[in-house]
């Protein structure tokens, strides 16, 4: 997907749920007024989300600056300044609370994925996102998750295979889901298994397959998936755990020897991080009904 087309799509929809038919608050300023304002981080975090910001200010006025102090994957601090944005007054009004929500998204799952990660630092078990995203944000969040130094799944149900419970019981056994999804795949396109037992994670590895997803597998039976598929496979498959992932135990759960651990709640469960934006001190605004 094109990054720039979709940011230009989600600030496009974003700002027509907020103005509608126009900002009546903005009012109150003169339209010539031009005004400059200042974001600031109030707490420690990640910072993301710098291009929805600057294109929610340039959607209504290209003519509208923004200097950055901070970088997209950057950690930032209580009291931070990470930009100043100068242009028209009414502008800077209307277009303030969507930049902000963008911002405080984006940065509020970047720090959350950077937990993870750091979390598990010298393992080598990577964290990686799922589609538990919020509707139209999938792309933004899967950014987020970068900026943090995660890894993205599949951005959707067109790029990967991922076969669960319900399509082994339609496809008849995990090989016949195993086989028909072999023959669709295109060049490139991943195919994954979910396994919720021991027994069937045998059952995947015997019948080839390269990619399974462990789901809510205890620490036992992690390390036990690891050491049996480093016997029963010449080419070792890329394990997976998923369900019931904490920031409390997912250094144990990489201990374990997975590749990777996915979990939703780095874009499903989060709270904004906490930002606002204020206008320099000035005191000459002219009403526009003076």
């Given at each position: ?76 601090s ?35 994925t ?93 019948a ?53 651990i ?10 904004a ?9 000035k ?5 526009s009904y003076?």
């Amino acid at each position: 997907m094109d990054l720039a087309a979709e940011i230009k799509n989600n600030v496009s929809q974003a700002l027509a749920e907020d103005i509608g038919t126009g900002d009546l608050t903005a009012l109150l300023i003169h339209a010539g007024e031009t005004a400059t304002a200042t974001v600031i981080s109030r707490e420690n975090a990640v910072l993301c989300g710098i291009q929805w910001l600057e294109a929610c200010f340039w959607h209504l006025s290209s003519e509208t600056t923004v200097h950055w102090f901070a970088q997209d994957g950057e950690a930032i601090s209580a009291g931070q300044k990470l930009c100043e944005i100068t242009g028209s007054a009414r502008v800077l009004l209307t277009g303030e609370r969507t930049a902000l929500n963008f911002l405080q998204l984006l940065s509020a799952v970047a720090t959350q994925t950077r937990r993870y990660v750091d979390a598990v630092a010298g393992t080598g078990a990577l964290i990686v996102d799922t589609r538990k995203t919020v509707p139209g944000l999938r792309l933004a969040q899967k950014y987020a998750v970068k900026c943090g130094g995660g890894t993205n799944h599949r951005l959707g149900l067109y790029d990967g295979i991922l076969i669960k419970e319900n399509h082994i019981i339609a496809a008849g056994s995990i090989e016949h889901a195993l086989r028909a999804a072999e023959k669709i795949a295109a060049p490139g396109v991943f195919v994954q298994i979910e396994v919720e037992t021991p027994d069937d994670l045998r059952v995947a590895l015997n019948a080839g397959a390269k990619m399974i997803l462990l789901d809510n597998f205890n620490l036992t039976q992690l390390r036990e998936a690891v050491a049996l598929n480093a016997r029963l496979t010449d080419k070792k498959a890329v394990l997976e755990a998923s369900g019931g992932i904490t920031l409390e135990n997912v250094r144990a759960v990489a201990e374990t020897g997975v590749d990777r651990i996915s979990i939703g709640g780095l874009t499903k469960d989060i709270k904004a991080v906490d930002l606002s934006m204020r206008f320099s001190e000035k005191a000459d605004f002219t009403n526009s009904y003076d």
